[in-house]
């Protein structure tokens, strides 16, 4: 078989293209089976190659892509020896594409293309190639592969993976400063001619930046580019196939190139001098102003440092500087006085932190700038002469004594007088007074160093045209002792002595406390009050003492206690004393001194008492109380069954309410008014401050005539009690609310001594004892109560 190409101009490229093909020798062969072919060659050794050749054979099949035809565009022939023209042989073509996108004619073995073909998209194709009798459907050669190769055209335009770039260079670069670097992709075959060749342009950016053709880095193309001038460029590459030549297709991006900030540039005071004012009565740390540098830099490079440098303020101010802002904030070092100094004069320096030597030569990087500073006066409060006071005094000073003076000024310039108080918080027993004219301190009140040693109080200083000028100061007063406190047992002491005991035996050791704080320490004498004949004490001169038997033996049955008056004295100036009773019991001890009983029980043993006896005398005496007790309960029972058993018995009686009047002031005991209205009684009225133990209805009785006397009243009341049957035999009073008139003693109510003209004389009231002194009171003035009106 042999391949007819239909184009000579793909002949050519191939035998190009493998100039090895050249050296076959292709022989026909008429047999049925294939035959081999033979091909000559030299070999590494020196020897003729042989290599049989088969009955059909081909090479690559090159097809152009993007074939606009109307037509299906011609491939190649397949052709077989066998073939005698007479169609009894069948071409079949298999693989890729085979049927859809490449068809041949099964009698003649020519294969087109269908459809348009892109390169791109798939470079080559392999395919299978059989030559068939169509009778008898057997291969009458063997099954060959060959590949149909898409020779390329220029179809496809550069393009850059990113649409824009971003990309950034220091200012003042050098020229030459690589930037970026772009790269554009051709899908064209580089392989072939030069479709896929790419040249890069520059078309927007310039003169600022350049591009090299061959890479597509972009440089900086001018010197000393300042960001402060411009920050922002745009740059459009061009990348073109072709080489660059006339015809070839080309795409463009876009780059934006910033400026990025370097410090070329040194601060600067907008101003030469700065004027601040401030009030003397700031306090220290309080801002007076703030100062800023422009720096035409960003960021780093235009972080600033103040500092003071000069000045006759340096002492008394600091700058500060604030890095959010990069501005110095001016403060207050020491306190401000208008008095002493008004005008202050600072020179200042900023800097930056941060300096590139690549620009030295631009600098220095630094400023200065004069501030000038106004102290304003204000009204002052008072100022002490001191900032605290320390008063030392004896606890035995006299009331009203002065311990000490505090001394103020106004430091304004036109000084007003102060007036001293003390703040009663610190003083909450008014131990202490001020004079608020001279501030000395006084006691007015007696001291004790044992209650308080020390007294912290606080001296206000205000002026007295402004009152709300005020300054506090702390006084400490230190009370010093003296020796005002005797000496006293430490503790409480438990003494005891054995009944054996012998003459000359330890029974306790005691010491003292004393209140009092002498500078030579404390230092005590022990002795007894008087002689003591069964004991005596022996000073042991380290403030402590022993009590010692004076004779041998005791008894509790004779004398079970005995008291020991003991004298403790101080060493101190006045020497203080005083005594302290030893109470010694008689116990009964062992043989070696260790008490075994001391108790009332032991005591009354020996008189025949036993415990049960005891016990005895104990429930009799329970017994007894208990029928007392009874007996009491009963009685009091008793007192209170009513006068009247008989419910219809209803007769006028007196209730018992056991309790004194408060007098003529006493309004809620009894209603007066029933004294003088005898018909009152019809009205009965109960008292209203006590409830009553036993309540009767009231019998309504016939009201007495007016000018019946109260004797005859009584009489007649009587009389007719004596002769009712249902009257308790008992004698009773009842009260009939009748006062009666024309009495001898007269009336001792005062309800109408107004109405008497006569003068009385109650004199004699006071000789009636304690209760009536309120009535002696009200009745024994009259005289004197006329003569002064």
């Known amino acids: 078989m042999i391949i ?100 041949i004619d099964e009698r003649t073995g020519d294969i087109h293309a269908t459809r348009r073909i892109d390169r791109e998209e798939k470079a080559y194709y392999t395919l299978r190639a059989q030559a068939i009798n169509r009778r008898t459907l057997r291969p009458v050669e063997p099954e060959s592969e060959f590949v149909i190769k898409i020779h390329d055209i220029n179809d496809n335009e550069p393009t850059f993976p990113e649409e824009v770039y971003t990309a950034s260079v220091p200012e003042m670069s050098v020229v030459g400063t690589s930037v970026v670097q772009v790269t554009a992709t051709d899908a064209d075959d580089p392989s072939y001619g030069n479709s896929a060749r790419i040249i890069y342009s520059i078309l927007q950016g310039q003169p600022y930046f350049s591009v090299e053709p061959e890479t597509g880095i972009i440089r900086t193309a001018l010197p000393n580019m300042n960001r402060e001038n411009r920050e922002q460029y745009q740059v459009v590459i061009q990348a073109k196939d072709m080489g660059g030549q006339m015809g070839g297709l080309s795409g463009t991006t876009t780059v934006n190139i910033t400026l990025t900030d370097v410090n070329d540039n040194p601060p600067r005071f907008p101003q030469s001098s700065v004027h601040l004012r401030i009030p003397e009565s700031s306090p220290v740390g309080t801002a007076i102003g703030t100062i800023k540098a422009s720096d035409a830099d960003i960021g780093r490079n235009a972080e600033l440092e103040y500092r003071i440098i000069d000045g006759d303020g340096r002492d008394m101010f600091d700058i500060v500087t604030q890095k959010e802002t990069q501005e110095g904030v001016i403060t207050v070092r020491k306190p401000l006085d208008y008095e002493n100094r008004r005008l202050y004069t600072l020179k200042v320096e900023a800097e930056n932190l941060y ?40 606890e035995d000073i006299e009331v009203g004594t002065i311990i000490g ?19 009663r918080h610190t003083d909450l027993d008014r131990i202490f007074n001020i004079h608020s004219g001279n501030g000395s301190i006084y006691t007015s009140k007696m001291l004790d160093r044992e209650i308080s040693q020390w007294h912290n109080l606080s001296v206000i200083a205000a002026e007295i045209n402004n009152p709300k000028e005020m300054t506090r100061v702390s006084v400490y007063v230190r009370i010093l002792d003296v020796n005002d406190n005797a000496p006293q047992f430490a503790v409480f002491y438990d003494t005891f002595v054995c009944e054996n005991a012998r003459a000359g035996q330890l029974i306790q050791t005691i010491s003292a406390v004393d209140k009092d704080d002498p500078l030579g320490g404390q230092k005590f004498f022990f002795s007894l009050a008087a002689v003591n004949p069964n004991f005596t004490v022996q000073d042991n001169e380290d403030n402590t003492a022993r009590i010692l038997t004076r004779r041998n033996g005791f008894s509790r049955h004779e004398i079970s206690t005995y008291l020991l008056p003991v004298v403790i004295s101080d060493n101190d100036y006045p020497i203080q004393s005083s005594t302290g009773t030893l109470t010694i019991r008689v116990c009964a001890c062992d043989s070696r001194g260790n008490m075994q009983s001391c108790n009332a029980e032991a005591l009354l043993l020996p008189a025949g008492l036993s415990t049960g006896a005891l016990i005895a005398i104990l429930l009799c005496i329970i017994i007894l109380l208990v029928i007392v007790v009874l007996f009491a309960a009963l009685k009091r029972q008793r007192k209170k069954e009513p006068l009247i058993l008989s419910k219809e018995d209803i007769r006028d009686n007196i209730v018992s309410y056991n309790d004194e009047g408060g007098g003529e002031e006493d309004t809620q005991a009894f209603d007066i008014g029933t004294l003088r209205n005898p018909a009152a009684i019809e009205d009965k009225k109960l008292r209203r401050d006590i409830i009553p133990e036993t309540l009767f209805i009231p019998r309504r009785t016939p009201s007495a005539p007016d000018n019946t006397d109260v004797r005859d009243f009584i009489n007649q009341r009587l009389k007719e009690h004596d002769n009712d049957p249902s009257a308790p035999p008992y004698d009773s009073l009842a009260t009939y609310a009748y006062e009666g008139n024309d009495s001898i003693a007269e009336s001792l109510s005062s309800l109408e001594s107004g109405t008497t003209e006569g003068d009385q004389n109650y004199d004699y009231l006071k000789e009636w004892g304690p209760r009536f002194n309120k009535l002696a009171e009200m009745y024994g003035g009259g005289e004197s109560d006329k003569d002064t009106s």
């Open 405 to 423: 003076t505090v001394m103020a000024r106004d430091p304004d310039s036109a000084a007003g007088p102060i007036r001293f108080s003390l703040d």
């Open 355 to 394: 300096v590139d030597p690549r620009f030295y030569y631009l600098g220095p990087f630094k400023d200065t700038t004069t501030v000038k500073i106004s102290v304003e006066d204000v009204d002052e409060p008072p100022i002490f002469s001191r900032s605290s006071y320390l008063f030392e005094i004896h």
């Open 4 to 103: 007819q190409q239909g184009l000579l101009v793909v002949l050519l490229w191939v035998c190009l293209l493998h100039p090895c093909l050249t050296a076959m020798v292709f022989s026909r062969t008429t047999d049925q089976q294939p035959k081999s072919f033979a091909a000559r060659g030299i070999g590494n050794e020196g020897k003729a190659l042989h290599r049989q050749k088969r009955g059909w054979m081909w090479n690559q099949f090159f097809l152009l892509e993007e074939y606009t035809g109307s037509d299906n565009q011609y491939v190649g022939k397949l052709h077989s020896d066998q073939d005698k023209g007479d169609g009894s042989l069948k071409y079949i073509l298999s693989g890729d594409g085979a049927g859809t996108l490449f068809v």
